[in-house]
């Protein structure tokens, strides 16, 4: 098998790991672009692409092509940069087709249908479950991991496996299902699903939080090592258990700052939308939240 | 590509935050003394497989390694460790952190245990302390017991004069392994670029 090379870039901001997956031993230069993030100022309605030039920067220094822009998941903490990045380097937005579930929970706070299709034409492409695709030479397929949110989606490519939220390093956990369309339940199933893999595989979180541990940010651990020390997910964990715990850790948290110009945006596949007047607003729904 | 290349301190104002690591490979306590102010990564030279520490940060293969001790013989043995696990770009910031204090890089002023409220002693006074104690030990026992102990003091002796020649300590990288030189951090900790002061509710 053909093992990828990753390059992570973390955003400390909102703790988010963005991927540039490739194959030095492959011919072709092809890569693909994993969950980036449009720096966004929640105060003045800014947005920079600092974070995002990084990962232009780093793909057309190596001489990459990037075939894939991809995502996890619909993000409630951070703005996916998948439009600005397809501006700069080509290639396909794509994610699940499950989104199409999100697309619709959605609706009825934001009623963004005219600049946001239900259908999800908005991205080049909606994966269905177990579809195997290709990264140049790299094989990959995607397994739907769902409990954060319905639509979370795991790329595995090569011996690489792309989790976003479903499960953080092992000091962290797991990601939280307490928002719409969350379930501790699926949550559990999808971590089984992981844990199943060959031991070897690595693991690359979607976020990390590691302030508790006292260590810098790191974006990956082996299979094994999450089978015998995720806090929360190990494999010794039982399915009351863990949804008692995950339910429990999930009570009064904070909504993200940036929950709703990320839903908005991402949900367009990282378009602000139509304009009036050539201004793009954010919707904020009074006490739907 | 076969070796490390050495820079002088004062570069280390040129390497850039994005696309480049700094590594200072000293042990817990001394890091957590005194370190480099801008984003940089810490792992303990006996703690360090290049490998697995590059992966783990999302580094690929060519992204420029630069390695920090406290004068550069550490940050050597380091180097060779990256250059053995193939990595073709790996850099030695020569004369390590006190020649990085010396030429204006902005270090933290050294606060022995601060943290800790322990008094924390410098690796090389540690060094002169262990020597000294043994060469006593050797010319007390020698005189007392049997002229054999003199050679204990022999041994230091030459052994001092060799580290002189070869800036290559034996003493400090076995102190290095003491328990008291490794309470400060559980295993690596890291400066680079941390979560903000309170990144406002997660996805964890
Ligand atoms: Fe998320």
Redesign the pocket.
């Known amino acids: 098998m053909l093992k990828p090379d990753v390059r992570g870039f973390f955003d400390p901001v909102t703790a988010t790991w963005s991927y540039v997956v490739w194959s030095e031993g492959a011919a072709d230069k092809k890569c693909a672009v994993i969950d980036s993030v449009l720096d966004y100022d929640m105060a003045s309605g800014r947005t920079a692409t600092g974070s995002a030039d990084k990962l232009v920067a780093f793909v057309k220094q190596k001489g990459l092509q990037a075939e894939w822009i991809l995502e996890t998941?619909i993000?409630?903490?951070h703005l996916t940069a998948s439009r600005y990045l397809k501006e700069k380097l080509g290639g396909k937005t794509a994610i699940s087709r499950h989104i199409l579930e999100v697309l619709k929970t959605w609706q009825s706070v934001f009623h963004n249908e005219k600049d946001t299709p239900l259908d999800g034409q908005q991205f080049d492409y909606l994966f269905k479950d177990d579809e195997t695709f290709s990264v140049g030479a790299l094989e990959a397929r995607i397994i739907h991991t769902p409990g954060?949110?319905p639509a979370d989606t795991t790329y595995i490519i090569g011996d690489a496996v792309f989790v976003?939220?479903a499960m953080f390093l092992p000091d962290v956990g797991t990601?939280r299902c307490d928002f719409p369309g969350g379930s501790a339940a699926d949550s559990y199933a999808s971590t089984r699903k992981l844990l199943a893999l060959p031991d070897d595989y690595r693991m690359y979180v979607?976020?990390d939080y590691p302030q508790k541990s006292n260590r810098g940010p790191l974006c990956l651990a082996t299979i094994a090592e999450q089978k015998s020390a995720n806090i929360l997910a190990n494999q010794g964990v039982g399915r009351d258990i863990f949804i008692k715990n995950r339910i429990e850790a999930d009570k009064d948290k904070d909504v993200p700052l940036l929950l709703l110009p990320s839903l908005q945006v991402n949900l367009r596949a990282g378009s602000f939308g139509s304009s009036v007047e050539g201004v793009q607003y954010i919707k904020i729904p009074v006490d739907k939240i | 590509m076969s070796g490390y290349t050495v820079i002088p301190a004062a570069d280390v104002k040129k390497i850039p935050d994005a696309n480049a690591v700094i590594v200072d490979v000293r042990t817990p306590l001394e890091h957590q003394t005194q370190r480099l102010l801008r984003p940089h990564e810490h792992m303990p030279l006996d703690l360090l497989n290049p490998k697995d520490f590059m992966l783990r940060r999302g580094l690929d293969r060519e992204t420029p390694v630069y390695l920090l001790c406290r004068g550069g013989t550490r940050a050597r043995a380091a180097a060779e460790k990256f250059i053995a696990a193939g990595y073709p770009n790996v850099h030695v910031i020569e004369g390590g952190i006190v020649a990085c204090e010396g030429c204006g890089v902005e270090v933290s002023s050294a606060q022995a245990g601060a943290a800790t409220g322990t008094k924390i002693i410098s690796l090389e006074r540690q060094v002169r302390i262990a020597a000294g104690a043994l060469v006593v030990v050797g010319s007390i026992l020698g005189y007392f017991l049997s002229p054999a102990f003199y050679l204990l003091s022999l041994l230091v002796g030459a052994g001092l004069v060799y580290a002189g020649i070869t800036d290559r300590c034996g003493m400090a990288l076995v102190l290095t392994k003491a328990p008291w030189n490794k309470a400060a951090a559980a295993g690596a900790c890291s400066i680079i670029a941390a979560p903000g002061p309170k990144s406002p509710g997660g996805?964890a």
């Open positions: 998941h993000h409630a903490d954060h949110t976003g939220d990601g979607g976020h | 996805c």
